[in-house]
């Protein structure tokens, strides 16, 4: 019997056994009309673990008939890759599917580089990280870039069916009966991620006593059992990281409170707590602000409520920040007037201060001129007075963004109008 993985046995041997991906192997497809001119170009796939990446690659060699070879960038050496290389120079062309490709080091990348160009390798990189943030731009000027889509459960229910039915690489001499429950489980809790959903049933049928007629029976308790707990699809170091952050602080920013609940519980999920108390806090300024001004402490006490605590309580008070920050009033007024006076100084709009305004201080002060003329606010009536703040080039700017969309920020925009009058 072999010692092979299911899911690795299971990797399609053509184009047209490749499950989901319609954006890039169906008909007419980037992909698909590469396999069919055998006129192949050097590409990086990328996408979440099990969608597969390393299957499309096998897919293409098996569809043009030319040699395949796998290495790993981070555990595979230079010499390594020199066989590869010299493998293609004998046959014209050989497929090196690269796994790991962000990880590749500039020794193994400067090796590479010239057997790209003059098309001795034909390389498919694989990656779970954004390529545009991760890899060389060396290696990645000289490839196509695909990103590849989750796998929706349908698809992964036709991967499972295909093992169980497949007497050759699959399940199919095993006589295997799996109760519809049991296959939407598995089909579900995947989230995508066909290797998972196939290591799990070869587990619960490798695991599971025959009946009196020698079928495997796998119920809805077997599936539970050997299905692996999922990792949500979320990576503290990979590009969903940047993802779920992203879509969860736009989730609240748009006040939609069951969206942000939904990638809140992602992150809680994946235990990161500083992640989530950094972005919440951040929030609380950038997205609320002056419209609740008070919501920023608030989302303090619950940080620190949810530090002190820890895991799995510290959930509780970080739901009910998120809840109150996504359905508070909403002004971005406090970074647009800070980021407006920062555009200014990054343009090198700034101008000598005001002599009245500079330290007076220090001996010699009144010599220079410095500090003689300054009207001290307190000593006239509202404690306020008019005098020039501004350098004189920037006398006339205004950087403060007024908004009206809480009484307390019209409060201020009142305020803001009359000294502006003054």
């Given at each position: ?29 980037i ?13 990086i ?83 779970t ?23 929706d ?29 049991a ?68 989730s ?51 940080i ?39 555009s ?55 950087y ?5 969309v ?17």
């Amino acid at each position: 019997m072999t010692t092979q993985p299911l899911s690795y046995r299971m990797r399609p041997k053509s184009i047209d056994e490749v499950l989901g991906q319609d954006h890039l192997v169906g008909e007419g497809s980037i992909i698909r009309r590469m396999v069919k001119a055998k006129r192949l170009s050097s590409m990086i796939l990328y996408g979440p673990p099990g969608i597969g990446k390393t299957s499309i690659a096998s897919a293409i060699a098996g569809s043009t008939n030319f040699k395949f070879r796998v290495l790993n960038a981070v555990t595979n050496t230079k010499k390594d890759m020199q066989p590869v290389a010299e493998e293609g120079k004998m046959s014209g062309s050989v497929i090196l599917l690269l796994d790991e490709i962000h990880r590749l080091d500039k020794a193994k990348q400067d090796f590479l580089l010239p057997h790209l160009e003059n098309g001795n390798i034909i390389l498919i990189g694989a990656t779970t990280s954004n390529p545009y943030h991760a890899i060389n731009p060396a290696i990645r000027s000289r490839c196509q870039i695909f990103e590849l889509e989750l796998l929706d459960p349908e698809e992964v229910e036709e991967a499972l069916k295909r093992a169980i039915g497949d007497t050759e690489r699959g399940l199919g001499k095993m006589k295997i009966e799996i109760s519809e429950d049991a296959m939407k489980y598995l089909s579900h809790t995947s989230q995508g991620d066909v290797r998972s959903a196939l290591n799990a049933l070869e587990l619960a049928a490798l695991s599971t006593e025959a009946g009196e007629q020698e079928t495997i029976h796998i119920s809805m308790e077997d599936a539970k059992a050997c299905m692996q707990k999922s990792d949500l699809l979320y990576d503290k170091d990979g590009d969903q990281h940047y993802d779920v952050m992203s879509a969860f602080q736009k989730s609240i920013r748009g006040s939609d409170v069951d969206a942000a609940l939904h990638y809140l519980a992602r992150l809680v999920e994946a235990g990161d707590l500083v992640t989530i108390a950094r972005r919440l806090l951040v929030i609380s300024y950038e997205d609320i602000g002056l419209a609740n001004p008070q919501l920023a402490s608030r989302t303090l006490d619950a940080i620190q409520s949810a530090e002190r605590l820890g895991f799995p309580e510290a959930r509780i008070p970080l739901s009910q920040a998120v809840i109150e920050l996504s359905l508070s009033p909403k002004s971005n007024s406090a970074i647009k007037s800070i980021d407006g006076a920062l555009s200014d100084i990054r343009k090198k709009k700034t101008g000598s201060i005001p002599k009245h305004l500079r330290d007076g201080h220090y001996k010699s002060a009144e010599k220079l001129g410095n500090a003689i003329g300054y009207k001290y606010p307190h000593n006239y009536p509202n404690h306020v007075v008019s005098q020039q703040y501004l350098p004189d080039p920037l006398v006339n700017s205004s950087y403060y963004e007024k908004s009206d969309v809480s009484k307390y920020e019209k409060q201020l925009g009142d305020i803001y109008d009359k000294l502006k009058k003054l």
